[in-house]
């Protein structure tokens, strides 16, 4: 399999998969799939998953709409999983949601710098929510005594919400990379249908 440089793209790490055909899938992923407001690649590269599909699509409508977590915390750590997994697919695709939910500048400059205990940037309950989000991204959980901590600051429900935040956004950002998945284009900060 070489191209026409004579490179062997078996050992290429480029990749490029074509979307599926949503016509050829299941009827309830077709139905959902055409039902999305706005369609963006990540959910049409989804489509190789057609035995998930209708139920990521709800989640993740569950952690749009529906989170005891503000929209202004689930961002900030929307933003942390983004800078921590290198994921500028995520980082790119909320930029604009952030924004509207209150994310300053200053804040996103000290997100990708993994500056979470800056304390011009951010107040302390912001600070120990984030320290809390970077010890689950680097340990896989949080200890006791750190949950504990981020208690006197946040309900059991709002950190329930962050940590299926933090771990579903982990999971798109493994699969958005792992498919190359390309930046939606985008347009005074809307998406551009297409």
Known sequence: MSTQNGFNARISSKLDIEYPDFA???????????SLPTIVNIFRMLGYSPGTFVEIIDLTNAIFKNLILSDYHKELLVLQVAAHEGTA???????SISQAAGVREDQFIAIAEQRFDDGEAFVLRERVLLNFGKIILEQGKAPGVVFKHTLEHFTIQELSDAMIVIGYYRLLSIFIQTFNIPIDAQEDGKWVKG
């Open 89 to 95: 697919y995520e980082w790119e695709q909320h930029v």
């Open 24 to 34: 050829t899938l299941p009827e309830r992923v077709k139905q959902k799939y055409e």
